[in-house]
């Protein structure tokens, strides 16, 4: 095993991986910017190195500085956390290239899931149901054009390199189509410098259920279950719950088959996600994130798994502990991603904590890096905690998650808590009848009054 793991992310994800590393007896690296200096993560990891200023492409997404306080500090494997470098390929090739350890799967995996075109045509060739859509990337818009008539209306419009709903647009009719493609190339472009796009059957009331999977390098693969993210605002996701209300066991045991063979097929290794849209009993893929989640408490509450516990050990070249017999799910868990944001404009609320409470108690879990006094720098995403609840039932867990939520004190910033708080009282939400519109729904009709 490791004796030393550098986590190159900030805010609760690098609070959580140093858990799990304490927990195995590993010393921990933290890594900072200069807006971070204060952060929990820094406070509480065994050493830590300022790796550039405050903006992230200077800093969390500075590959040189990371790899070089992975070198100066005798780390020995680095953990990406979830967003910045988490699927950049050339980082887990680099970081491998300097005989460390990537905490995730190899770099071809990366890159192969990263280009959605790619992607989906693995995951077709794999045997996995995907939204029907055109044959790869399109050209010019007389391709376009065809390949939406074959589709038909209204069709989606993605970009290859797509990632956090940008890139994408949707086209009612014909005589939008150019319009929209001009769009969507103009936003994967800026995004994502890569302004090829395709084309999606754009599924009207779909709901979000994915799957995690996690393999080690032997070839065991295990399914911790799926998790219904479709409650999203701009195709981020808000909420989520573990397993879905939406799906009977037939179903569920269906969709564990898809993704453990298409991960057997891949050669895949450690954690993982596939995401599917789920409409009149059919999934359909969508993607796959080659990385640990923001929503992985939800799954380790119902399977009792620690999934970054499983990731490190996967990664210094342990067998998995457990088969899937051996896993056995039980109750319900929702997740709630607390924002500093206006809950009512969603506009960002960086500023100085003044007052932190969290709430406690059986089956309520709180990840974040929250302290009296500590400032949220304005440069980063906005979430700054999240409420995990774990319940025996759907309905035990919902009662425990409005307790807590009202346990919940945050002051000196604007939070989403009232948001969430208005939500969990909402008979769709509370009898599990939320597709992944309704959200968006609900706020234009709270905003119109
Ligand atoms: P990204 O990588 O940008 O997050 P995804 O492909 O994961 O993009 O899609 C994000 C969200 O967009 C999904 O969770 C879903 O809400 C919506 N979406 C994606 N594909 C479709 C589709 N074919 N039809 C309708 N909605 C879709």
């Known amino acids: 095993m490791f004796d030393k793991v550098l986590i190159a992310n900030r805010g609760e994800i690098a609070l959580r991986i140093h858990r799990a590393c304490r927990e195995m007896g590993i010393h921990t690296v933290a890594v900072h910017s200069t807006a971070d200096e204060n952060a929990m993560h820094v406070r509480l990891a065994d050493e830590s190195v300022c790796i550039g200023p405050a903006p992230s492409a200077q800093s969390y997404l500075n590959i040189p500085n990371i ?18 470098l988490s699927e950049n390929a050339d980082f887990a090739e680099i970081v491998e290239a300097h005989g460390l350890a990537f905490i995730g799967p190899s770099p071809q995996h ?11 045509q693995t995951m077709i060739e794999a045997g996995v149901p995907v ?6 990337a399109v050209g010019d818009l ?19 390199g797509g990632g956090g709903g940008k890139g994408m647009k949707v086209a009612e009719t014909p005589d939008m189509l150019a319009e929209q493609i001009n769009l969507a190339r103009r936003e994967a472009k800026a995004n994502f410098g890569d302004d090829s796009i395709y084309l ?8 979000h259920i994915e799957l995690q999977i996690i393999a080690d390098e032997q070839g065991h693969v295990v399914h911790l279950g799926e998790r219904d993210c479709s409650l999203q605002r701009k195709h981020q996701k808000v909420l989520e719950e573990a397993p879905s209300p939406a799906l009977n066991a037939g179903e569920r045991e269906r969709l564990g088959d898809i993704g453990c063979n298409a991960i057997r097929r891949l050669g895949y290794r450690n954690a993982g996600t596939l995401e599917f849209l789920y409409e009149n009993g059919e999934f359909y893929f969508i993607e796959m994130n080659t990385r640990l989640q923001v929503e992985h408490p939800v799954s380790e509450a119902i399977s009792g798994i620690d999934i970054v516990r499983e990731q490190i050990r996967i990664a210094a070249g342990a067998p998995l502990s457990f088969n899937q017999e051996d896993i056995d ?12 944001e206006d809950p009512e404009t969603f506009a960002p609320w960086p500023g100085r904590i003044v007052e932190y409470h969290p709430p406690g108690g059986l089956g309520v879990r709180v990840d974040s890096g929250l302290y009296a006094g500590y400032s949220v720098p304005p440069h980063y995403d906005s979430m700054i905690a999240k409420l995990i609840v774990h319940g025996a039932t759907r309905n035990e867990c919902l009662m425990r998650l409005r307790r807590a939520l009202e346990e919940f004190v945050i002051t000196g910033v604007r939070t989403t ?18 597709d992944i519109r309704w959200l968006e729904d609900y706020v234009a009709e709270q905003a119109a009054g």
Do not use: W
């Not at 005798?74 to 910045?84: C, K, R, S």
């Not at 939204?131 to 790869?136: A, L, M, Q, T």
């Not at 008539?149 to 989606?156: C, E, H, Q, S, T």
């Not at 799910?329 to 500093?340: K, Q, S, T």
């Open 417 to 434: 808590i009232p948001l969430h708080q208005r939500l969990t009282s909402q008979s769709d939400f509370i009898n599990g009848r939320y």
């Open 329 to 340: 799910f039980h109750g319900h868990a929702i997740e709630c991603r607390i924002n500093a």
């Open 200 to 207: 999606e059957k754009y599924l009207a009331n779909p709901r």
């Open 67 to 84: 790899v070089s306080a992975a070198i100066i500090t005798g780390a020995e494997a680095i953990h990406p956390g979830y967003g910045f």
């Open 142 to 160: 007389d391709e376009a054009q065809q390949n939406a008539g074959k589709i038909g209306y209204p069709v989606l419009i993605k970009a290859s």
């Open 110 to 120: 990366i890159q192969t899931m990263g280009d959605k075109v790619a992607a989906k």
């Open 131 to 136: 939204v029907p859509g055109s044959d790869g």
